[in-house]
C-alpha cells in the first residue's frame, strides 16, 4: 500500500546540537534598503563579525513532509534591544521557539531541501521578546539515522524589545525514537 510505505518515512523522534551564527548586520542592511541591494552591494555580515552559540533542537515528524521542531539556544553577544543602551554589554542572549518544517521530499531522499516557520521567545539582561522564525535549510542524511541540517532563519521581531536578526546554523541531528 503507497500510504503504508510514506507513511515509514515519517521522522521518527529526534535530538540535535547545533553551532550557531548571530547576525544583526545583514537584518539592519535589509531593513534600511532591500535584499538585492545587500547582495549587490555586499553589505551582509561577515561570519568572522558574528556571535557564536549553540543551540539543541527535538523534532517529531508529522507527516511524510512536515515536521515539529524545537530548540533552545544561546550566545553571549552585544544585543541591540531597540530603544535602550542595554547592547553596551555582553550578555547572554536566550532564546526558545517551536516551528514546524515543510520538507520538499520525504526522508526516503538523502538530501531534502526545506522551509521552517514557527514562534519564539528570547530573553537577554532583562528583556524578554517574542519573534517569528522564518527559515530555509537542507537535510543531508546518512543512512535515514542521523541527519545534517545547515539552516538561515531570519527573526522577525514581534515585541518592542526584539531586534531583527538572522540566525545560521549546522548541527547533526540523530533519531532516539523508532520509525514507523
Known amino acids: 500500500n503507497g500510504q503504508e510505505k510514506e507513511a515509514s518515512y515519517i521522522q521518527p523522534a529526534t535530538v540535535g546540537i547545533f553551532f550557531t551564527f548571530t547576525d544583526f548586520e ?3 542592511a535589509i ?3 532591500s535584499v538585492g541591494a545587500v547582495i549587490r552591494d555586499k553589505k551582509y555580515g561577515k561570519l568572522q563579525n558574528m556571535s557564536q552559540g549553540l543551540s539543541v533542537t527535538y523534532g517529531k515528524g508529522l ?3 512536515y515536521d515539529f521542531v524545537s530548540s533552545i539556544g544561546g550566545a553571549f553577544l552585544s544585543y541591540p534591544v531597540p530603544n535602550t543602551d542595554a547592547s553596551a554589554n555582553e550578555g547572554l542572549l536566550l532564546e ?4 514546524v518544517k515543510g520538507k520538499m521530499f ?3 531522499h538523502w538530501f531534502v531541501p526545506y522551509l521552517q516557520a514557527g514562534v519564539g521567545i528570547s530573553k537577554y539582561q532583562g528583556y524578554w521578546g517574542t519573534f517569528i522564525p522564518l527559515g530555509v535549510g537542507i537535510q543531508i542524511s546518512f543512512f535515514g539515522e542521523a541527519y ?3 539552516n538561515t532563519q531570519y527573526r522577525v521581531a514581534v515585541s518592542e524589545s526584539t531586534n531583527y ?4 546554523s549546522i548541527g547533526l541531528v540523530g533519531n532516539i525514537g523508532k520509525r514507523n
Open 31 to 33: 531593513r534600511n534598503s
Open 106 to 108: 520525504s526522508d526516503k
Open 63 to 65: 507527516s511524510a513532509h
Open 165 to 168: 536578526h538572522f540566525i545560521h
Open 26 to 28: 545583514t537584518a539592519q
Open 148 to 150: 545534517l541540517h545547515i
Open 96 to 99: 526558545a521557539d517551536a516551528s
